[in-house]
């Protein structure tokens, strides 16, 4: 009679040790999974009112159409504003990469007087903020009367961009093994030979990265923008400034197409990646 | 041969440095003449001379102390929210999640490839009046009739950790991965629980992602006026929010400089003793 009665109450207790004890197991999956909740709501918020058929301000759910994606044009000044940003973006991660590359090399590559200055230099840009550097600038152009626009622009994003190009070439000049150019010179490969059959590959798909977060870097950027463009718009200053009425949702279209085209290109590289490893 | 050989890295420095001469130095000697114009007697709005007023500065702090304040004290939350959110998530893609580390890696970076604005637009609407946050609160009397979540100094703090939460996870995931797990096992080995090893072992290792996450977000949540400008209220303006009216709608030069400046000094100062303190007492 004992028996029975504890065979019958003894099973709430493991019940509720084995919830704790998947709880304890699972409880970094369980944060995962809210945090990238939270990190994920705003892109999808975005993604979904898209696809509001909303007229001109975006703030109110008012039915479902594809037109803003079939149309991304329908409200004119946010194609405008795309144009600029894709041309500012384009430019600034030519002069950018091309800059910061050679510094990467003379930096990672060269014992010289004068290296730790180098370094500090490379720093600073990262370490200002992002309003100081926008407003010195201004005030630069202001002195020698260049007015603020489409170069101006150009040029500011150049700044910021090459301190990141340069750390993210040197970090894949640091990992390169000496000993591939090493052969290569014993193969008889004069040092130019050496540096474009052996190193430059080596080190291309830093480069190609660092191009990659410096159009991301330059497009994305608002507030060195917004005090040297003047009055061209480039499309975080559209969002800015048409935020407060609602953004169009031709916006929102761009935007995910963004996110769906940079998703995919970071996709394919691991792909790429992991096919080279094998 | 061997002079042409010494002058390599100057002429693969030249180009570059040159335009960060230009572009860099030459702006931010220019910001401190500005700082210290005043305006000139009888002259158009915006122009200014050089009359080496240095009171500028003293004039400009005492007018936006508050603004000042309030810059650092959202910025400090805005870094510990961003840490608190990120180590755990850092700690599981490093440790806990097999052949899905690069897929969840790239899932951390992929919401900022939508525009940083459209994203705290998004925020301000989902937490606004018409989102369905604040309705679904209210019913459940969650908080009152009265009480908003946009134009407060909670939404701001808010939409900064959200914004600048990539530049904490990332180092720290990267030194946490960089862990060799041997080091965690000999800490089992010598008969520490989890929680210790935790502790005496990972924390300790990941100092340096520590240390560049919160410099990286800090920085520029500090000098940052979008989410303030977005999110928030008259009463969260941040100093980005003077300088950037300063500049446009004031046309007062020297006063945004002078806070430029200050702001750049101020940080400068902080990260100094920051890393002195994190190098000297934890890194070792």
Redesign the interface.
Known sequence: MSQKFKDATIPSIPTKARISRWFGRNM??I??FF??T??????A??FA?SFNDSGKSN??WKGFTLSNWQNPCGAPEVCNALGNSIKIGFLATL?STI??T??A???G??K?KGRSG?NL?IF??M???????G??????F??FKINPGFWPTV??H??FC?SFV?VTVKARIASLDPRLEQAAMDLYANEFETFRRVTLPLVAPGIAGAALLAF?LS??D??IT??NSGTLIT??KF??IS?ARG?PAQ??AI??A??F???AI??AI?LVNRKKAR | MKIGK?R???L??L???A??FT??I???I??AQ?STQTPVAGGDTGEYEQSFAFSNYINAFIDNREQFGRSFLYATLATIFALA?AY??A???AF?SGKFK?I?L?????????????????????LGE?GFVVPTLRSLHVISEQTTLTSTAFAVVAGMT?NF?PFMTLPLYASLERIDPRTIEASGDLYANGLTTFRRVTVPLSMPGVVAGT?LTF??A?????NA??LGSPNTKMI?NV??SR?FKIVD?PT??AL??T??AA??IL?TLYIRKAGTEELV
Do not use: C, H
């Open positions: 970094l999956r944060y995962m945090g990238f939270y990190l994920f709501i705003p892109v918020y975005t009112f703030l109110i002069f800059l910061g050679m510094i090399f003379a930096i590559r060269y010289f180098s230099l600073l840009p370490a200002t903020p992002e309003i100081v550097l407003a010195s600038l201004l005030s630069l202001l002195v040029f500011a150049v700044t090459i340069v991301s497009f994305d608002f507030i917004n005090f499309f975080p969002v800015y935020a953004i916006a929102n935007g995910s963004m996110f085209l940079a998703l970071v996709i691991q | 010494a390599v890295p100057y693969l420095l180009p570059g440095f335009f960060l572009f860099f030459l702006p931010i220019n910001l500005t959110i755990p998530l700690y599981a893609i806990k690069n969840l790239v899932l951390v970076v992929a919401p900022f490839f939508t525009s940083f604005l459209l994203r705290t637009v998004a925020w301000k609407q989902i018409e959200y939460l410099l920085i520029p500090a000098g940052d006026y979008v400008a977005i980005g300088i950037e500049y030069y945004a400089a430029s400046f702001l750049m940080i400068l990260v």
